[in-house]
T-cell receptor, first 108, second 117 residues
Framework: RKEVEQDPGPFNVPEGATVAFNCTYS??????FFWYRQDCRKEPKLLMS???SGNEDGRFTAQLNRASQYISLLIRDSKLSDSATYLC?????????FGAGTTVTVRA | GAGVSQSPSNKVTEKGKDVELRCDPI?????LYWYRQSLGQGLEFLIY????????KSGLPSDRFSAERTGGSVSTLTIQRTQQEDSAVYLC???????????????FGPGTRLTVL
């Protein structure tokens, strides 16, 4: 079983729509959680950390459910520039474990 | 300021040849990481450096892979006798590694795309 599993998508949504997706992780001892964004043929960049209480950053909302070992990301009022692959990342000490990514395409 | 840089950006080599990939971390970052991303796959952890020492080499796929870091800065990843399955994007990241791991953001370089023919 992979350490981090994500729905690969793709999620094709119109501008202004809300899109949400999850990932699950297998290591219950994982300490911290992140969403990274990766554009085509570019390096991953940190989008946001995910805190136990849930957190928002503008149009992005992340939630963590430790009991069920899943993390979610919700994008409201999606923009064309949100089109990317979103990587779910789980940190156990220094080691990041990455999901294979969820592809989101926002169309005009 | 300057981010993480990697060279070369692309490398095409023949099966059986050795290759060396270079990573220049962000100045002052004590931790350095190598990952590999194969087509359609998530990033795969290879090795982690704290300063010049590598406490965790568990992700290196075989003994053909080695890495070193000198002066607490530049790191090189060497792949000997390359195989076609080594073809991937090799990404380097660095972080400050102070405080808690929860807050330690890893910054990624642009990667080296390795193609083994």
């Amino acid at each position: 079983r992979k350490e981090v599993e994500q729905d690969p998508g793709p999620f094709n949504v119109p501008e202004g729509a809300t899109v949400a997706f999850n990932c699950t992780y297998s290591n219950s001892a994982s300490q911290s959680f992140f969403w990274y964004r990766q554009d085509c043929r570019k390096e991953p960049k940190l989008l946001m950390s995910v805190y136990s209480s849930g957190n928002e950053d503008g149009r992005f909302t992340a939630q963590l459910n430790r009991a069920s070992q899943y993390i979610s990301l919700l994008i409201r009022d999606s923009k064309l520039s949100d089109s990317a692959t979103y990587l779910c990342v789980v940190n156990s000490n220094y080691k990041l474990s990455f999901g294979a990514g969820t592809t989101v395409t926002v169309r005009a | 300021g300057a981010g993480v840089s990697q060279s070369p950006s692309n490398k095409v080599t023949e099966k059986g040849k050795d290759v060396e990939l270079r990573c220049d971390p962000i100045s002052g970052h004590t931790a350095l990481y190598w990952y590999r991303q194969s087509l359609g796959q998530g990033l795969e952890f290879l090795i982690y450096f704290q300063g010049n020492s590598a406490p965790d080499k568990s992700g290196l796929p075989s003994d053909r892979f080695s890495a070193e870091r000198t002066g607490g800065s530049v790191s090189t990843l060497t792949i000997q006798r390359t195989q076609q399955e080594d073809s991937a994007v090799y990404l380097c990241a660095s972080s400050l590694a102070v405080g808690s791991w929860e807050e330690d953001e890893q910054f990624f370089g642009p990667g080296t795309r390795l193609t083994v023919l």
